[in-house]
Structure formats: structure tokens, C-alpha cells
């Protein structure tokens, strides 16, 4: 067994959470799913609302969007964490998005996909992992895809059906079958739960905070019974959440700290009853939600919902009228009986712009108005409606008109073979490397093959590989959305960081196009992530790069 150190904790810090969720049998009603820096928000007309990471994924832009913004329709679910996305519609099928560098697409490739791919029809609901999917079709049958990674993510252990079994640390390019008879599942970030329709839970993967609930932190490689007579289940990074056939709670996992020992958190192998009866619960990143029958919801846990270092041992309410929750990392979201969309938690992500990068410690209201109930000619039956209509895909293809701006580095013009696109400049990298060498905002770009990323050494000498400045033809160019990944990182971290840990933990996300077979960055954006400042000078009709 491996050993759980502090690093561990760091790396499950990554991962977005999941929200519990009720097997669809009928009808259309709200919908939430709050992640790590992104929350969806799926009205009972279809309508899918994002806000926080305006970015249609990891390859996208990384705008934050302050109020609901609609992006699809014909949603019913939608799950995401950070890298990658799924949708499911109304009619069933199931799309997928983002990174796909293990497969967690299920479309058979290791490609990115900027633009969405059906994956499989019949699909009732699906979670993502990380860098995994787990899919949960209508007739109960369980399939996952994506990176394995020695835990079992995919579940299938030896039962894999094949002429050969492959390693334990293989990408499952394509979903394969876990199990039958399962009307809900909750997926972590490196391990699965599933609800049976006979009230059993099954768990598998990665168990060393003891997120199985099996009595030890073994990994488990195939799906294990862990608990009977269970009624719903939510999971989060490390832990696991039920509510039993008697109304009880328990959880199990990496729960909260001891009332006479507050340095720590508590590993927790075994279901450890929390005293107070909910209809239905959500598991966060060290705090859980509960919801009574009469919409009152609490709170227990890691208080990361205010500035101070609170911490709730018993349940404490929360607000009251409460429909839908769901739990992130460190804020949540929830739907009161009149349609209000309430927020609250650590602001790092755009819930609200008048109290950005600050702590909201109780539910505020961030849309009003949300339909409760399909519109009418959507009355609830069981099945969902045969109109097929896919989603509108991202635009990954878009013209590029060369800009006219002049541009300006420490007051002398700099001729950038730059484009105007959707109304913002957009530069070559290495360009702008050529451009800053001198100053105090000096970085070098190095392309790292293993994960399919360019890299921003911060601080260090750039490094020319030539054809920097030239000059363009002056016609406009068609421009595809970039699937590289950008990591920025100081250059010290190159000495003592291995290839993965650079892309764990020095990701970040810039819009980017190709155009003839270069990247091309939004400035703005780079200069948000190497420090320098850009100035519109309207009179001049001039940008100007500020480096100190």
C-alpha cells in the first residue's frame, strides 16, 4: 500500500467535486453541478447556465463570468472537473468535451476536443473524475473510460472482456461495462460509488483516505460491496456520503477534525453516523450539506464558507426553502422552492464580482426567475422526448482579420504580425518572448511532448528558435481553436518537478488560436499570466506592454 502523505492531500486539491443525483424518470427539473472553478446550472426549460470559468473547456477561454450566462440548450446534466466536460440531452445522448489525453472522452482517441463529440446514446446520467468519465445508461448498466492510474477507475479488474487483460495503468480509450442494476452513482475524484436498485452500494478506486468505507486503504481495482439498505449517495475528493433506507446519515473517508483535536483531519475506514436525519446529502471538500424533507439545509465540516477558521462539529442550518444543492470544493450553490440561485463560499472564481477574491459565509441570491417545472407541453412522463437536437457545438474554426494597432514595449514600436479576433489582439508567443527579453518580464517557451504543452519558463532567458517577428502578408488568416496546454511556472520549479507535476500543479488557461502553425494568445491574457501590463491608448490607436 502506498503511503498517505501531505503531498497526497495536495494532489487531491486538484479535483473537482460531484453533486448526489436521482436516476431521471420522468420530466424535466432544475439541475445543478458546482466543480472546482466552474458551475452549471440547467433550468427546466434545457437551458445550461455557466458562470465562474467562462472556458468551454481546458482549450477555451478563461474569462469570469459574473452573472448566468446561457451556452446551451437541450441539456438535461452536465458535469465537469476543470478538464473535461459532459453533457447529456434531453433525448439521451451523451457529448463530451476537453482534454482527452487518457481517453476520458470515450471517443476512442487520446485527442482533444474543443469542439463536442457524441460519445453514446441511452446515457441517463455520467460524473466525471478525474481524468476519467463514469456513465450510468437507462437501463442500469455502468460504464467508465479514461485513466485507470493503478486505482481501478475503470472498474473492471479482471473482468475485463478480452483475449487480453490490459495493465492496470491503462487508458481506457473506449467505455467499458462495470456492472448491472444501478440507478445512481457518485464519482469522486479517484474513486466511484454505485447505488443499486436493491439499495446496495458498490465502490472501487483509489481508497487512501478510505473513500470505500471497506476498513482499509487498500485500492480497489473492481467494484466491491461496501454498505446495504442505502438510499442516496453523494462522493467528493476523499470521502463518501449516504443517506441509509432509516433516514440516517453516515459518512466515511476524510472527514472532519475531532472536537478535542483541531490540527488535524480524521481518516475515517469505516461509515461513521453523523447524529441528524437528512432527505438527501452532499459531499464537499471537508464540509457536507445535508437537506431535511422541509428544505431546511445544514452545514457540518470545514468551515471554508468564511474568512476565519470556523468549524462546525454539529450540523448547523444554513437557509431554509431549499430545492437542489450541490457541493464544490469551496463554494456550493443551491435552488430555493421560488426559483432563486443562491451562492456562497470562497469568491476565488467569479460568483459575484462586488465580492470577488473575498469569503461569502451564507447563501446570496445571484438569479432570480428559474422555472421550477417544464414548460407547458413538457408534461412529465416516461420517456423523454423524441425530437432529437444536438448541442450547438463550440466555434473551433473562426477568421482572423490582421490588426491594425500599432504596439509599443517600453516606449519603442515593436511591428507584431498580430490578429484581431472577436474583437481582442491576439499575438505569437515567442513574439512577445523577443519582445520582453530585456525587461523585467522576461520568459522562454519550451514545448513539452508528454502532455502536450506549451510552457512558459517565468524568469528565465528566452531562448530564440527563429522566424520571431516576421512579418505577415497582411490578409486575414482562418484561425482554429489551440488543444495545447499552457503551464507557466517559475524557472526554479524546472529543477525539482517532473513533467507531471508541472502540469498538476502550474496549469493555466489563456484563449489561444492556430494560425498557420503558430499559437496566437489573447494579450490581455499574457499579461495576466507573465505580469506585465497592457494600455489602450485610444488617441494612438496603440497598445502599449507595460513591464514595470
Not at 267 to 279: C, G, L, N, S, V
Not at 473 to 485: I, L, Q, R
Request: hydrophobic share 35%; aromatic share 10%; charged share 20%.
Amino acid at each position: 500500500m502506498r503511503k498517505f502523505t501531505a503531498a497526497i492531500m495536495a494532489f487531491f486539491s486538484l479535483f473537482a467535486v460531484a453533486p448526489s443525483f436521482t436516476v431521471y424518470s420522468g420530466g424535466f427539473e432544475p439541475y445543478l453541478f458546482v466543480g472546482r472553478t466552474k458551475t452549471y446550472l440547467v433550468s427546466a426549460e434545457g437551458e445550461l447556465f455557466t458562470w465562474d470559468n467562462k472556458g468551454e473547456s481546458v482549450i477555451g477561454a478563461y474569462d469570469f463570468v459574473y452573472s448566468p450566462e446561457k451556452i446551451r440548450e437541450n441539456v438535461k446534466y452536465a458535469s465537469n472537473n476543470d478538464n473535461h466536460t459532459v453533457i447529456i440531452t434531453r433525448d439521451n445522448e451523451l457529448w463530451a468535451y476537453g482534454s482527452n489525453r487518457h481517453g476520458q472522452l470515450g471517443d476512442g482517441t487520446n485527442t482533444d476536443r474543443p469542439v463536442p463529440v457524441k460519445v453514446m446514446d441511452d446515457v441517463a446520467y455520467a460524473e466525471t473524475g478525474r481524468n476519467f468519465t463514469v456513465i450510468l445508461k437507462t437501463n442500469g448498466e455502468v460504464w467508465t473510460c479514461g485513466l485507470n492510474q493503478a486505482y481501478g477507475l475503470w472498474g473492471a479488474g479482471e473482468e475485463v472482456e478480452s483475449d487480453e487483460e490490459p495493465p492496470e495503468d491503462a487508458d481506457i480509450l473506449t467505455p467499458v461495462k462495470v456492472m448491472d442494476g444501478v440507478k445512481m452513482i457518485a464519482c469522486g475524484g479517484e474513486h466511484v460509488a454505485a447505488l443499486k436498485n436493491d439499495g446496495e452500494l458498490w465502490g472501487w478506486g483509489n481508497n487512501q483516505t478510505g473513500a470505500l468505507g471497506n476498513g482499509t486503504n487498500e485500492d480497489v481495482l473492481q467494484p466491491e460491496l461496501i454498505m446495504a439498505d442505502v438510499k442516496t449517495v453523494s462522493a467528493s475528493l476523499s470521502k463518501t456520503i449516504v443517506v441509509d433506507a432509516e433516514g440516517r446519515t453516515w459518512e466515511w473517508g476524510m472527514l472532519g477534525k475531532d472536537s478535542n483535536d483541531v490540527t488535524r483531519e480524521s481518516i475515517f475506514t469505516r461509515p461513521k453516523e453523523i447524529k441528524a436525519q437528512y432527505e438527501s446529502v452532499y459531499a464537499g471538500m471537508g464540509y457536507s450539506l445535508g437537506l431535511q424533507a422541509d428544505g431546511v439545509l445544514y452545514i457540518w465540516g470545514r468551515a471554508d464558507f468564511t474568512s476565519s477558521n470556523d468549524y462546525f462539529y454539529n450540523p448547523e442550518k444554513l437557509a431554509d426553502k431549499i430545492v437542489y444543492v450541490s457541493a464544490g470544493q469551496q463554494h456550493a450553490a443551491a435552488v430555493d422552492q421560488d426559483g432563486n440561485v443562491k451562492f456562497w463560499g470562497r469568491n476565488a472564481h467569479g460568483i459575484t464580482e462586488s465580492w470577488l477574491g473575498d469569503y461569502i459565509p451564507k447563501p446570496i441570491t445571484v438569479m432570480t426567475g428559474l422555472a421550477m417545472t417544464a414548460p407547458e407541453g413538457e408534461e412529465k412522463s416516461d420517456n423523454a422526448p423524441t425530437a432529437a437536437v444536438t448541442p450547438p457545438p463550440v466555434n473551433s474554426e473562426i477568421q482572423a482579420a490582421p490588426s491594425d494597432a500599432k504596439t509599443y514595449v517600453r516606449d519603442k514600436r515593436i511591428l507584431f504580425d498580430s490578429y484581431n479576433i472577436d474583437g481582442s489582439n491576439y499575438y505569437k508567443l515567442r513574439d512577445i518572448a523577443l519582445a520582453l527579453t530585456d525587461t523585467e518580464c522576461r520568459f522562454d517557451v519550451i514545448w513539452q511532448k508528454e502532455t502536450s504543452s506549451i510552457i512558459i519558463s517565468l524568469g528565465a532567458a528566452y531562448q530564440p528558435a527563429g522566424g520571431e517577428l516576421a512579418t505577415g502578408d497582411g490578409k486575414t488568416k482562418t484561425a482554429t481553436v489551440s488543444n495545447s496546454n499552457l503551464i507557466a511556472a517559475p524557472r526554479e520549479a524546472f529543477a525539482s518537478s517532473h513533467a507531471a507535476d508541472l502540469y498538476n500543479n502550474y496549469k493555466v488557461s489563456a484563449s489561444a488560436y492556430v494560425i498557420n502553425g503558430s499559437t496566437y494568445f489573447k494579450l490581455r491574457d499574457l499579461g495576466d499570466i507573465i505580469g506585465f501590463e497592457v494600455v489602450w491608448d485610444p488617441s494612438e490607436e496603440a497598445v502599449i506592454i507595460l513591464t514595470d
